[in-house]
């Protein structure tokens, strides 16, 4: 007996890939054409899913419009057809029932281009946009994307994200976090969203920031509530306290977006609270006196084992693996290391 093989299903693309290749087509069929077509040759070569979902993207337009022949042809009609089966019913009537169903979806997703997007721990997503603008997505980050004629709008709900933005005096392009919106033309930010801390880092070009009552707000002393960033400059806004702006490292600032995470004499606590942002394998500390203890170095994000190793050594704790834990325990000793040798796991290898 023979075993005969299933061909594989292919696999479920999700429903923002489509999104997102509806949008480069029904761009690629508009007044702008020439403007798209390099933007989605690089969208395109990312990965084989893109690719699939254009396909299908593609033949959904082509499909929607016959529905102008459909419509024609029911206006022209002065009275109903004979009957000449149930074929020639699916053929005609099945296809403008099709078309239909297919505008109605290509109607949602071109002319608003809404979509949400999301990453797991661990995971980093970057997502092109349909005026060519890229989101870069950390981990566990999530945002929804609302577009129209007149602004581009994007809330980040939590997270963090780097927004290289294509440029456009007709349609602002607005990023809404934790009540602040930021607003920007053409230029690189990153806005990080925590439960009680919005900061925003701008990497090149300029930003607006303000509170979405005073952004929205029409009266004459609205401006002076509006904070202008310049490149190299970060604003945070957390509960209860004055918004700060300071000059930190960029490269600190903007390392995750290569893999890493950079501490410069952190708390163990609060380094502990960034290398758990990757991992599902959370790091914990026995005694209130290592978690005061200064950390400085760069690990891999998500190297959970690296990292508490590196700093057991330099401070002769033990690490203790637990189920999706790993535990510092003991006491703390003088540093064994010197505080800037800590991040020894060598993150570019």
Known sequence: MTDVTEPEEPTQLP??????????????GGPNAELSKKGVRRWLSESDAHRRAFDLATEVWEEA??????AAAHLTRSKPPKRSGRKSFSSSAAACVAATAVAALVAGVFTFGGADFATGVG???????????????????????????????????????????????????????????????????????EPTEVSVVLIDGTVTVASVAESRNTAPTAPAEVTVLHPGQRLTFSAGRPARLDRPPL??????????????????????????????????????????????????????MSFARAVSQ????MPVEQANAILLTGTPQQQVRPATV???????K
Request: aromatic share 6%; net charge positive.
């Open 314 to 317: 330099a401070y002769g704790l």
């Open 65 to 70: 419009g016959a529905l102008r022949g459909c």
């Open 123 to 193: 995971e980093q997503r970057e997502v092109s946009l349909e005026d060519g603008s890229r989101v870069l997505m950390n981990t566990s980050t999530r945002l929804k994307v609302l577009y129209d004629k007149y602004q581009r709008r994007v809330d980040l709900e939590k997270g963090e994200a780097r927004f290289d933005v294509t440029k456009n005096p007709n349609r602002p392009f607005v990023v809404t976090a934790g009540g602040r919106e930021v607003t920007a033309l053409g230029t690189s930010f990153d806005v990080r969203r």
């Open 15 to 28: 429903p923002e890939i489509i999104a997102e290749a509806g949008v480069w087509v029904a761009r690629l």
């Open 342 to 348: 800590v991040g020894s796991s060598d993150p570019d």
């Open 251 to 304: 490269q600190r600032l903007t390392d995750w977006q290569r893999g890493r995470v950079t501490l410069d004499n952190s708390s163990l606590a609060d380094a502990i609270a960034e290398m758990n942002r990757y991992s599902i394998v959370q790091l914990r500390v026995q005694r209130p006196e290592a978690a005061a203890l200064r950390v400085s170095g760069i690990f891999r994000a998500g190297d959970s």
